[in-house]
């Protein structure tokens, strides 16, 4: 079955220190993950793809097929990096979210 | 450039009350649409997904049902609300499978 498994509801971490969200999928062909967050009082919205690698906001993600995962990571973590992030997967579903990981960056 | 919305934003409902939910989408032909569920420590879960007009996948079996009038109209509904679903309710699009999802605005459903 198709999965992707976020370990940690929550993450804090003071800011400036470094983040690393952690995804990791079950599939066994090749799948087109994400990352979406949301902030207070936004929409979910895109972050990044691993397609496309692009670093957004500071953000960078690299797809490991060896291991099946993408995390998330950011060197230095702002306190507007406080939201919701969930990993995404499509494989040959529709697309499937982890649980959500809530980062907390603390003054 | 597209647009999605759906409303209502909030919505407060008796135990054993109809429900109907509406999204649309504009700026953009044969979308894929979803219905997705967001509940507190259970992420996003997928409630359906349509391809076409009158085309409905439902992923999770429950309480609720889905339509799809129109390219652009998806329309989320119960016919008995049960106190479990309440929740927060996001539609969703996508130009096609794989593609980049936007979401809608989000609707709050408390079931009293």
């Known amino acids: 079955a198709q999965r992707v498994t976020q370990p940690e509801k929550l993450l804090s971490v003071f800011k400036g220190a470094p983040v690393e969200l952690k995804c990791n999928y079950s599939?066994?062909?090749?799948?087109?993950l994400f990352w979406y967050v949301q902030y207070s009082r936004q929409r979910l919205q895109l972050l990044l793809r691993?397609?496309s690698r692009e670093s957004i906001k500071g953000f960078t993600a690299d797809l490991n097929k060896g291991e099946t995962s993408f995390h998330l990571k950011k060197p230095f973590a702002q306190e507007e990096d406080s939201a919701m992030y969930y990993c995404a997967f499509s494989g040959n579903t529709p697309l499937v979210f982890g649980k959500g990981t809530r980062l907390s960056v603390i003054a | 450039s597209q647009t999605i919305h759906q409303w209502p934003a909030t919505l407060v409902q008796p135990v054993g009350s109809p429900l109907s939910l509406e999204c649309t989408v504009e700026g953009t032909s044969n979308p894929n649409l979803y219905w997705y569920r967001q509940a507190a420590g259970r992420g996003l879960q997928l409630l359906f997904y349509?391809?076409?007009?009158?085309?409905i996948s439902s992923e999770v079996p429950q309480n609720l049902s889905a339509s799809r009038p129109q390219d652009r109209q998806f329309i989320l509904s119960s016919k008995k609300l049960l106190l479990s679903d309440s929740g927060f309710y996001l539609c969703?699009?996508?130009?096609?499978?794989?593609?980049?999802?936007?979401f809608g605005e989000g609707s709050w459903l408390t079931v009293v």
């Open positions: 969703a699009w996508t130009a096609g499978s794989g593609n980049t999802i936007y």
């Open positions: 691993h397609i």
């Open positions: 599939y066994s062909g090749s799948p087109e």
């Open positions: 349509s391809v076409g007009i009158g085309q």
